[in-house]
Nanobody
Framework: QVQLVESGGGLVQAGGSLRLSCAAS????????MGWYRQAPGKQRELVAS???????NYADSVEGRFTISRDNAKNTVYLQMNSLKPEDTARYYC????????????WGKGTLVTVSL
């Protein structure tokens, strides 16, 4: 089992920055990739950014150049640095830990709310 706890959300004005954190505990050895997803009211959950154990990153087109995902393996923590925030970035942000293909499970945190005002 893996537990994921997000933090760092809040209210920020457009153009501002936030850094989200996702702390993993439990069977963290089984995780081979971590990702940040978001879900706005009335919309489907979507991938924001992901990072593999090898450090390979992937970003949604909508956040490319503004958001940066990183990980601290010693702390079992993944970060999402969000700059130049826009009102359309408003959503609940979720952390996901993937254990595919070896263990075949995805784990999710409960999310942290990010609200970007004009």
């Amino acid at each position: 089992q893996v537990q994921l706890v997000e933090s760092g959300g809040g209210l920020v004005q457009a153009g501002g920055s936030l850094r989200l954190s996702c702390a993993a505990s439990g069977s963290t050895f089984s995780i081979n990739a971590m990702g940040w997803y978001r879900q706005a009211p009335g919309k489907q959950r979507e991938l924001v950014a992901s990072i593999t154990n090898g450090g390979r990153t992937n970003y949604a087109d909508s956040v490319e150049g503004r958001f940066t995902i990183s990980r601290d393996n010693a702390k079992n923590t993944v970060y999402l640095q969000m700059n130049s925030l826009k009102p359309e970035d408003t959503a609940r942000y979720y952390c996901k830990g993937s254990t595919w293909p070896a263990y075949g499970m995805d784990y999710w945190g409960k999310g942290t709310l990010v609200t970007v005002s004009l």
